[in-house]
């Protein structure tokens, strides 16, 4: 578990592929419990150490998750989430099988209304508004090229199940070793390439910007298509 940013009230971690933020069915030790270990442990806290989940990622993502270490900052931190004032951008290698990509740079916004198959724990994009379906818009951009694949930057509007995985695959761009939703092959760690590469928000107690990038993942494939920007 890698700390990005800490202090009284919050604590930030880079969260791997394969690690889930908060416990499920598998009965696997989540990341929350883990960060609860590393607090009790550098503070020497007796007793029970408090965590607020304030929101997750889904099991193949990386990237940068935070928690509440206070339950003030845990109520104002939920409300700044509700409210879109914590902004998080994504990054994503995907691939293109679209006609015609965008230029690099260039900003495209997607629409789309999306249902959920609770038994196959996916969600399936349709053009125009269905029975149970719920809006679903994002923003994406090219950052740069590859051979095969695509380094694509993303920006959310709405938070939906599995919406970044879904929408860019109806698009013409699954994510790389996304099988779920299209890709031609398995990432060989079983991750997924999306990561929750920047997140920026006004501190919930102290009101000062926080602003941090997650390093990117092992995965030579990253640093190739990053370093094309420079």
Known sequence: MQVVYEDNHIIIVNKVSGEIVQGDKTGDR???DLV???IKERYQKPGEVFLGVVHRLDRPVGGLVVFARTSKALSRLNR?????QVHK???AIVEDRQAAAPAEGEWTDLTHWLTRNEQQNKSYAHEHEVAGAKLARLRYRVLTRGDRYLLVEVQLMTGRHHQIRC???ATGMPIRGDLKYGARRSNPDGSISLLSRHIE????VSHQLISLDAPLPT???WATLADKRS
């Open 89 to 91: 951008t994504y990054w």
């Open 30 to 32: 989540p990341l929350s």
């Open 201 to 204: 928000f006004e501190h919930p």
């Open 167 to 169: 929408q860019l695959a």
């Open 36 to 38: 609860k270990d590393y």
């Open 219 to 221: 995965d030579p494939l």
């Open 80 to 84: 700044m989430f509700a409210e879109g």
